[in-house]
């Protein structure tokens, strides 16, 4: 029975002195048992709220950062944020990805997510290359212009907007979100 995990055996006759003191026993095992449980769950669940805090923290870094480049609103802007609360959490990078993997993780069909992302990060590229046309010197413009996007990239923008050209500017998808990424975490 011992070998069985039983940590109190009672042998016949029973005597009401020894019943007494195995109950008292097992009692005081229950409780110290629920202590233990106890303190294990604050643990647990402070270190389970300091994750949530600091994902909480670059996530309202990411929306920051979307909202400064005019995006925060787009469809595709919930789809960047769920990748970059991913791949913080998961401690992966998006090179670890192809597009459709990563997006794959959130919607079935992965098309339709790409395709927000797409639209949201293009209409980002157009208010930035707006910002440069009016304001060389913005902040904004300054700060996200070559990070965020390859800056030929927001010249061919701007260069479209003006007419003086039919070329447009086009967004790398993995140096957006890595980029984003870097200025959350940072």
Known sequence: AYQNGVEYYIS????????????????KQIKENKVIN??????????LNINLNKQNNYNQKTKKILNEIGILGESGSKDIINICSYLISSNKNIEDYTIKDICSKFDDNYKTVEQRIRRATLKGLRNLAHLGIEDYMNKTFQKYSNSLYDFKEIRNEMDFIRKKSKKRGKVNFKKFIDNILFYSCS
């Open 12 to 27: 016949k006759p029973i005597n009401a002195i020894e019943v007494e003191n195995v109950i008292k026993k097992e009692i």
């Open 38 to 47: 106890q303190i294990n769950n604050l643990v647990d669940n402070s270190n």
